[in-house]
């Protein structure tokens, strides 16, 4: 049922960005035109999942069929599994740990009115992630430590509702879709483990936000805008991730 509700909103948000780009020219609005923005965010491990089974797979010499890596370890699976080193079977303890992402945003505002407005934007960003299995998993006892480095592509249409018109420091509301392009290194280390792994993912997502403007000393409209971000994110095979974070809009 996600993935059909995704697919509509989708297309929503698409016929909104060919409808805006058609009008910028023949259409007089409010729009900002270009922005530029600095973006600092926690939460988000949707890519831990997917990246550490391509990593187990090529461990294992096997084909996940979610993504295109390549591995290198030794010795034999010894009870490590997909399934508990993602805790699908419920018998692995799993600390998710921390995801955090620094990225730059260019956007294009092309349509806006005094409520409502639409942009395009490409972000691009490094996201680096722990994961941890402090009893191991199947037959390796031993702790097992995991972490992610990935660079990060979001291109994304969306839609901003500000809650009270012409107030500066109005909350935003801010719905939004879009395609995260993804490549992956992982590392899976543990007394008797050394596993290597890259990886490249393309992943469709829809974006539900709250953006709260801070006030900044001197601030005024040319020098740029601090905002609280809030977001939960759904991905396709059910999969959601939140963010939080800050940023700051030129």
Request: hydrophobic residues 40%.
């Amino acid at each position: 049922m996600w993935n059909a509700i995704q697919r509509k909103i989708s297309r929503f948000l698409l016929i909104c960005a060919l409808v805006g780009v058609y009008s910028t020219g023949t259409s007089a609005t409010e729009a900002e035109g270009w922005s530029f923005a600095l973006e600092v965010h926690r939460g988000d491990t949707s890519r831990v999942d997917l990246a550490l089974e391509d990593a187990v797979f090529a461990f294992l010499g096997g084909q996940s069929g979610l993504g295109s890596g390549s591995g290198s370890g030794g010795g034999t699976g010894g009870g490590l599994s997909v399934d508990t080193l993602t805790n699908r079977s419920g018998s692995t303890p799993v600390d998710r740990g921390t995801s955090r992402t620094l990225a730059f945003r260019l956007g294009y505002e092309f349509w806006k009115t005094r409520h409502v407005a639409a942009e395009l934007s490409a972000t691009a960003g490094r996201t680096h992630s722990k994961y941890a299995l402090p009893r191991g998993a199947g037959i390796l006892t031993d702790p097992i430590q995991v972490t992610f480095a990935s660079n990060i592509l979001d291109l994304e249409t969306a839609l901003t509702w500000n809650v009270v018109a012409r107030w500066r420091y109005t909350p935003r509301l801010r719905i939004a879709g879009g395609v995260r392009l993804a490549h992956t290194k992982t590392q899976l280390n543990s007394a008797l483990l050394r596993v290597r792994n890259s990886s490249t993912h393309r992943d469709p997502y829809l974006s539900l936000g709250l953006q709260q403007p801070l006030p900044l000393p001197y601030a005024d409209q040319h020098r740029g805008t601090l905002l609280l971000d809030a977001r939960v994110r759904g991905y396709d095979k059910d999969r959601f991730a939140y963010q939080l974070g800050l940023v700051l809009r030129f």
